[in-house]
């Protein structure tokens, strides 16, 4: 049970972790596996990190992370792992480039890679649903034990050789999400093949970049560079890897559709089910918008937050509900489902909002920029100690408040003319920088080594 004081947690962490240390001197470093877990299961409790507007581990330098820094079976935990045997070996020139895709379960950012290079003469693409594997170590207490107890290299594990086996049949490996999955691949030595992983944002706020060896990968993407400012300040080790700032592969062109002109008072925000996605602050601007002319209306696209989810979650929806069903905003607020055709929908959009308390690259509010949308983007307060939307799009896009980002609103969509200016203004910003046949070249150069 989590404490309701951040004091207390800290104090609940270092009591566990301080258990783990005594039977690790008391009966070996096995024993010490479940006291860690446990002093890890509060430090990175999603209760901290995730139902809320802020986390202790951007806020507090490493003053929240003291406890287990000073903890010797943590220290033991996350010890660096052996460098690689042998260099990658260098891309194949009588066959094809055998590309192996690898993720556990979620395939989001990883599908676009794969249609594209499975559509190359010269590649060959294999996946891998860590899911599929039989009896690998997936929860943190799992992977404490391993990186407690298990040897330098992971081969010799009966779990480890499905792994092994795919590993040694690419030429690259390219795995989506630096968490379980990560810890996992580089607890094996890679043999001759490049590993490349990626950083999304939520793994930052658990326990799983710290497990992960970073020796053992060659090259390590972020898709902002604050999130690269956030993994060195939690992870130092992290460092190690070549770095990589790229965007998420995306065909933008898709989204150049006709809007009408009526769009420039609809703001929209996709994909609202997340209390980090914080869309009272988009209400906000609305309220302040519709103080000023009431034909601004708000679209909330997705899944509603789940009433039944964790307690920070459950009173975010409470809130939002109340706040909209208030006079000034009531009856202007839309909420619609996710669809598969998101073009036609950011047709109605002409503004697109990211109202996020924190992002990693914020693909949706990209995608509604590219259709022509007018972008209003908090200044993503959880960030605000490592950088954040300004390291990603441009400054006047950025806004601190619902005052400010109303006041662009009204500026540009005072009339048709403005706004349709602004849109494609944006439209040309985004695809220039972030469409595929802009970032396509550099995944080829860090996939295929060209």
Do not use: I
């Not at 943190?140 to 795919?166: K, N, V, Y």
């Not at 519709?290 to 409470?318: S, T």
């Not at 307060?381 to 006047?396: E, I, N």
């Amino acid at each position: 049970l989590l404490p309701p004081d951040p004091g207390d947690v800290t104090a609940a962490v270092a009591a566990c972790a301080a258990e783990a240390d005594a039977a690790l001197a008391r009966s070996g470093p096995a024993a010490a596996a479940g006291p860690l877990a446990g002093a890890a299961a509060l430090a990175f409790h999603r209760t901290l990190h995730f139902d809320g507007t802020t986390s202790p581990l951007v806020n507090s330098s490493n003053a929240f992370m003291q406890p287990l820094l000073d903890s010797a079976a943590w220290v033991r935990a996350t010890r660096p792992q052996p460098p690689r045997l042998q260099p990658p070996a260098a891309g194949p020139t009588d066959r094809p480039h055998r590309l192996l895709l690898v993720t556990l379960k979620n395939w989001k950012f990883l599908e676009p890679v794969a249609a594209h290079y499975s559509g190359r003469s010269d590649v060959e693409v294999h996946r891998l649903d860590l899911a599929d594997l039989p009896g690998l170590p997936l929860s943190p207490l799992q992977q404490l034990r391993l990186r407690l107890t298990g040897p330098d290299d992971a081969r010799s594990l009966p779990w480890a050789r499905p792994l092994a086996e795919a590993v040694d049949g690419a030429d690259t490996v390219f795995l989506d999400w630096l968490q379980r999955g990560a810890v996992l691949l580089t607890a094996l030595d890679p043999g001759r093949a490049r590993v490349v992983v990626r950083l999304h944002s939520f793994e930052a706020f658990t326990v799983f970049p710290h497990l992960v060896g970073y020796d053992r990968v060659d090259d390590l993407v972020v898709v902002g560079p604050h999130l690269g400012r956030l993994l060195n300040h939690l992870v130092p080790d992290a460092a190690a890897p070549r770095r990589h700032v790229l965007a998420n592969l995306a065909d933008l062109h898709r989204f150049e559709r006709p809007k009408p002109d009526d769009a420039r008072f609809t703001l929209g925000v996709v994909g609202y089910g997340v209390v980090a996605k914080d869309p009272l602050w988009a209400v906000e601007t609305l309220a302040v918008l519709r103080a000023q002319d009431r034909r601004y209306r708000l679209l909330l696209v997705g899944d509603d937050l789940d009433p039944a989810g964790p307690a920070g979650a459950a009173g975010y929806r409470r809130r939002l509900e109340e706040r909209l069903a208030a006079p000034d905003v009531a009856g202007a607020v839309e909420r619609v489902p996710f669809t598969p055709d998101v073009p036609d929908l950011l047709r109605r959009v002409g503004v697109v909002v990211s109202s996020s308390v924190r992002e990693s690259f914020h693909l949706g509010l990209v995608e509604g920029a590219a259709s022509g949308a007018v972008p209003v983007v908090r200044d993503w307060p959880l960030f605000s100690a490592v950088g954040g939307p300004r390291d990603l799009f441009p400054g006047d896009w950025v806004t601190p408040e619902p005052a400010a980002a109303a006041a662009r609103v009204l500026a540009l969509t005072a009339d048709v003319a403005t706004w349709r200016a602004a849109g494609a203004a944006a439209a040309t910003w985004v695809r220039d920088r972030y469409d595929a046949r802009t970032t396509q070249p550099r995944y080829d150069d860090l996939l295929l080594g060209r």
